[in-house]
């Protein structure tokens, strides 16, 4: 059974950066597409950010040219660099994968002040 858990998150000033950390264990994800989504207070869960298999990668409007996402297969890892991070990108935060998304693990609080 594979267990991703997210990690990296914090509270951070307006403008600041911050380093997710997505670690899967149980299975191996190089083939598969993966994301981050993210659900702020009386919101749904969105897709902020995806990456294919070969390396394609797709960001919702909100946060298009402040978050990068990446993967490192050989350690079976997803990373989101988010900077010029603003208080609406205040969630929590989670990784899983895009066409099945089954795998839910606990998300990590991310806190932008101002």
């Known amino acids: 059974q594979v267990q991703l858990v997210e990690s990296g998150g914090g509270l951070v000033q307006a403008g600041g950066s911050l380093r997710l950390s997505c670690a899967a264990s149980g299975s191996i994800f190089s083939d598969r597409a993966m994301g981050w989504y993210r659900q702020a207070p009386g919101k749904q869960r969105e897709l902020v950010a995806r990456?294919?298999?070969?390396?394609?990668?797709n960001y919702a409007e909100s946060v298009k040219g402040r978050f990068t996402i990446s993967r490192d297969n050989a350690k079976n890892t997803l990373y989101l660099q988010m900077n010029s991070l603003k208080p609406e990108d205040t969630a929590v935060y989670y990784c899983?994968?895009?066409?099945?998304?089954?795998?839910w693990g606990r998300g990590t609080q991310v806190t932008v002040s101002s």
């Open positions: 899983n994968f895009v066409y099945v998304g089954n795998a």
């Open positions: 990456i294919t298999s070969n390396g394609m990668t």
